[in-house]
């Protein structure tokens, strides 16, 4: 037991020794041997400059990891983050794909109208036009700062800005709403939703205006095999308004118009037209409503 002791005691001394030995570290030029510097280190001197050095890369490395992207290539590391972030963005992606297809069933809605494919009457009830994505764009808060803006961007570029119609819900009764007549002339047929036959037909002389029955702004202008030239507007209080077989239409998507401005000339245009006429129709919170209850035409 003894003899261990003093062989570890020994070792240990041994150690010690060697930590305190001097040694010399000479640098010399090469070509003419000439002493150039000099410098008097100990093995414990060495240590403690490596771990010195060691501990500060491992620093460095530690505030790089944290405060830096490069913690994202460590596996495991950034994966609480990562996952966080990725279920933003398929919540985003959901809302998005839910936004789309609000828009494609609204424009479905808005063809099949235009073309008159559609049932209003049949067994699975009534078909309702999605509206509703159009009654959220038209609601949403606006930031002033942001449309001031716009403003200023808009009038630098374009000139100074149109006159923007304020088309927000004012919840009124229809039969204390103003219609324009879109033209004045004689019903040629009525309304007949039991026969598909959504709105009326009002014949009126060649290169008659049609005008807006409202201030909106145009949601589609296009033309169809069925119904000719057709442009439709978008109305407040939730009402959208259509004219068919126009010869000529005079707007185009997304411009704003007024109460009685002109949107197209009177024609005789797609395959359910049998002569110069304008088929006008109005829908309701979706649902189409007899345009002469509303609209003087005389």
Same mark, same amino acid.
């Given at each position: 037991?003894?003899?261990?002791?003093? $062989?570890?005691?020994?070792?240990?001394?041994?150690?010690?020794?060697?930590?305190? %030995?001097? !040694?010399?570290?000479?640098?010399?030029?090469?070509?003419? =041997?000439?002493?150039?510097? %000099?410098? @008097?280190?100990?093995?414990?001197?060495?240590? $403690?400059?490596?771990?010195?050095?060691? *501990?500060?890369?491992?620093?460095?490395?530690?505030?790089?990891?944290?405060?830096?992207?490069? @913690?994202?290539?460590?596996?495991?590391?950034?994966?609480?983050?990562?996952? /966080?972030?990725?279920?933003?963005?398929?919540?985003?992606?959901?809302?998005?794909?839910?936004? *789309?297809?609000?828009?494609?069933?609204?424009?479905?809605?808005?063809?099949?109208?235009?073309?008159?494919? *559609?049932?209003? $009457?049949?067994? %699975?009830?009534?078909?309702?036009?999605?509206?509703?994505?159009?009654?959220?764009?038209?609601?949403?808060? @606006? *930031?002033?700062?942001?449309?001031?803006?716009?403003?200023?961007?808009?009038?630098?570029?374009?000139?100074?800005? #149109? $006159?923007?119609?304020?088309?927000?819900?004012?919840? @009124? #009764?229809? /039969?204390?709403? =103003?219609?324009?007549?879109?033209?004045? &002339?004689?019903?040629?047929?009525?309304?007949? #939703?039991?026969?598909?036959? !959504?709105?009326?037909?009002?014949?009126?002389?060649?290169?008659?205006?049609?005008?807006?029955?409202?201030?909106?702004?145009?949601?589609?202008?296009?033309?169809?095999? /069925?119904?000719?030239?057709?442009?439709?507007?978008?109305?407040?209080?939730?009402?959208?308004?259509?004219? +068919?077989?126009?010869?000529?239409?005079? +707007?185009?998507?997304?411009?704003?118009?007024?109460?009685?401005?002109?949107?197209?000339?009177? &024609?005789?245009?797609?395959?359910?037209?049998?002569?110069?006429?304008?088929? =006008? /129709?109005?829908?309701? +919170?979706?649902?189409?409503?007899?345009?002469?209850?509303?609209?003087?035409?005389?």
């Amino acid at each position: 037991m003894d003899e261990n002791n003093q $062989t570890e005691g020994s070792r240990w001394e041994h150690w010690k020794e060697k930590l305190a %030995t001097t !040694y010399r570290l000479v640098i010399i030029n090469d070509d003419s =041997f000439e002493e150039v510097n %000099t410098t @008097k280190l100990t093995l414990a001197n060495l240590y $403690t400059i490596a771990s010195s050095i060691f *501990v500060a890369l491992a620093f460095i490395v530690f505030l790089l990891i944290v405060f830096t992207p490069l @913690k994202q290539f460590i596996p495991g590391y950034g994966d609480f983050d990562a996952q /966080e972030k990725a279920a933003e963005l398929e919540q985003q992606i959901e809302g998005l794909e839910n936004q *789309v297809a609000s828009y494609e069933a609204w424009a479905t809605g808005i063809r099949n109208i235009m073309v008159g494919n *559609v049932d209003t $009457t049949g067994e %699975t009830g009534e078909q309702e036009m999605p509206i509703s994505v159009v009654d959220r764009a038209l609601n949403v808060d @606006k *930031v002033p700062e942001d449309e001031d803006l716009r403003a200023a961007i808009g009038e630098e570029l374009n000139g100074p800005a #149109p $006159t923007v119609v304020n088309l927000g819900v004012q919840n @009124k #009764p229809l /039969e204390q709403l =103003f219609f324009t007549p879109p033209v004045s &002339g004689t019903m040629t047929l009525s309304f007949s #939703p039991d026969e598909r036959h !959504y709105g009326v037909d009002i014949a009126a002389p060649k290169n008659t205006p049609v005008k807006s029955v409202m201030s909106g702004f145009v949601i589609s202008s296009d033309w169809t095999l /069925e119904t000719g030239n057709t442009i439709c507007i978008q109305h407040s209080d939730n009402l959208v308004s259509f004219y +068919k077989h126009n010869s000529v239409l005079l +707007k185009k998507v997304g411009e704003v118009v007024k109460a009685g401005e002109a949107i197209a000339i009177i &024609g005789n245009t797609g395959d359910h037209s049998t002569g110069p006429h304008l088929h =006008f /129709e109005l829908w309701h +919170k979706g649902k189409p409503i007899d345009p002469w209850d509303y609209v003087n035409f005389n």
